[in-house]
């Protein structure tokens, strides 16, 4: 049958009194094309359950005559203009087409079978500016002006105010789902569904974290941090608040940069993890978006983190090939193409890591690079909430291996022990050789990730550095984290007034209480404690698990788990002459004979995409150039030309392995430019 297609609407994302263009092409043998509008009020939102959807709707016949905005005659391509007057601020606009064929059949855009039975546009014309007091009536009001709103993208929620308020602060309705509309980017998503999101902890806060899924035919062109687009849309958004967990908001006014830079941070170590970016939360429920005499009124719902699902698109986004994922408190998330339908697989693999096993059968069923990487970030960042029974997911690679997923990061940085910090994968350590792949591998990160605190040196000072700045625009005086705190210190539906950046602040774990002292009670003061948190940073060493000490706690629990005093001793290089590099000879204080010597080089520092002109870091945790050499007597390397781009960054180092499989620490590097 003929159909409606290449449907468009300009422009897309319209402001108040400009008119707005829809035109389709209409295959031959349709007529009478009709444009159908809804308008849909600030304040006054409708449901597509609503019986109002089916009221109100406006027709205004397309025309293919040359005329009234058709660009040519008889081409197919049917036009109708919105007037100018439909268009005001906050409005939603739907629309819907519908044509008749020769036999007098209906034929409709979107078609009956859509998710969505219509598309529309949502009239913007910007943010009021955002002012108000960190703590009213003992600090000086603040104000953040549109153009440092612009700065973070804004996603729009339109819904009914009872709706919103049900979803977030009512127990009664956990998890209900409610109706809305979501607009990002200028793009509408109509008829998506909401809800609150969390366990135990989903009502605490005030304010909670949020979940949305997305109709199939019309998934989100989500955004990374850097503006760049991901490579696959999102079906479903995680929001999160970004104030540390409810129960022990220990660091309240980061801003969700602990969860950011974790999740990162796992990714770096070679553990499948969410991406995450920043976005402004609006809440369009209310008539008016703002309200000069009340800072808490109004669209603005302050800073929220937004974390990706462990689903297929996100398997797509990590290169990986399909398999089946799993949260271990929610079961599957997703099902691969060809995968078994049921759990068996699931449960198959959760009753075999219950249970110690030889080296060849962990080999077989855990993607060990991995869990490596999952268990060390685990202690680095201290993940004290990571227990067998939740807050973690599993990926089946499709030859069998299962890798560990890090989730819910909300409670990071904490120098105490709580739940039991490992998951039931943790008993391949228990394996001698396993064990000492583990250690290896977690010195290789406390050397390529946690030895150098610089704001472009390629680690964990890189990586702050670039996070952090997200969320502190250049040339304003003002950061995210100040706006958030403005919104929510001291809102009504928080519960717990005053948390924003405290400069001092205890906490009660069950391995005890600790003290979290911050230098500068701002944001800038956090930057820091997470960066002292995971460098070595104690003056003293004398670092201890759960001994209450943040400073270098990080560092120092990694350390103290890869401790080996066997392994070789670390190796100094030496230019030597040109492009060649000398290592010093091999020594073990364990007597154990060479087995090679390793040479990495990898890229560190920020470069500018010539393709895209986005400014990108590299990581030197990241793969880069490797060499391996078996002979004792070849310490000597030529730097190859051909891995290395001209202006940019990398470090060379070696390390050795001995005959036991034990390596050393890596060497301290060459710089090679």
Known sequence: APALLEVRHTPQAPRSNQP?????????????????YQTVEPGAYIRRSDPLFEQGWNTLPMNDEGR?????????????????????????????IRAHTA???????????????????????????????????KTPPLTFPPDFLATLPAYHLLAQSEDVAKSQWDTAFHRKRFQGTLVVNGVVHDHILFH????????????????????RHQPLAAKRNDGSPYREPWESLNLNPGLSTPYIPILCGIGGLDEALSFRAYQLAGTPAANTHWIQWRVVSEPSDSDPNNPYAGDLRGLYLAVQDMDGDWLKEQGLPDGNVYSIQSGRKHLARGGPADPSDWNAFLEGIRQDHPEEWWREHLNLPAYFGFHAMNRLLANVDVRPDGNHGYYRHPEGRWSPIPWDLDMMFVPRHHQPGFIDAHRCLNVPAIRREYTNRAREILDLFCSDPSPEGG???????????????????????????????????KNGHGLFFRQNATADHFGGRWE??????????????????????RPEKNYQPNDGNPLGYGFGYLAHEAHDPEIPDRPTLSPSGGRNVTASPFKSPSGTGFRAIEWRAAEIGFFTDPSDGIRRARYELEPGWSFRETSPKRLRLEVPSTPFQPGRTYRLR???????????QWSKPVLIR
């Open 20 to 36: 707005v263009t829809l035109t389709v092409l209409a295959e031959p043998g349709l007529s009478h094309v009709a444009l159908e």
């Open 196 to 215: 609150n999101r969390g366990q135990g902890s989903a009502h605490i806060s005030g304010k909670n974290k949020w979940g949305l899924k997305l109709n």
């Open 654 to 664: 070696a390390r050795f392995e001995d005959d036991a499989g034990r390596t050393s």
């Open 103 to 137: 036999d007098g059949l209906p034929c409709t855009f979107p078609r009956e079978d859509d998710s969505c039975p219509n598309r529309a546009w949502f009239v913007y014309d910007g943010p009021p500016p955002s002012r108000g007091s960190i703590h009213p009536g």
């Open 516 to 537: 979290r002292r911050i230098a500068s009670a701002d944001f800038a003061g956090f930057c820091r404690y997470l960066l002292e948190f995971t460098t070595d940073s």
């Open 68 to 96: 009234d905005g058709d660009q040519s005659a008889h081409d197919g391509i049917f036009t109708a203009t919105v007037p100018a007057t439909v268009q005001s601020h906050r409005r939603l606009v739907r629309y819907r």
């Open 459 to 493: 680690q964990i000072g890189q990586l702050l550095h670039e996070l952090s700045g997200r969320l502190q625009p250049r040339g304003f005086p003002r950061n995210w984290t100040e706006l958030d705190a403005v919104h929510w210190n001291f809102n009504p539906r």
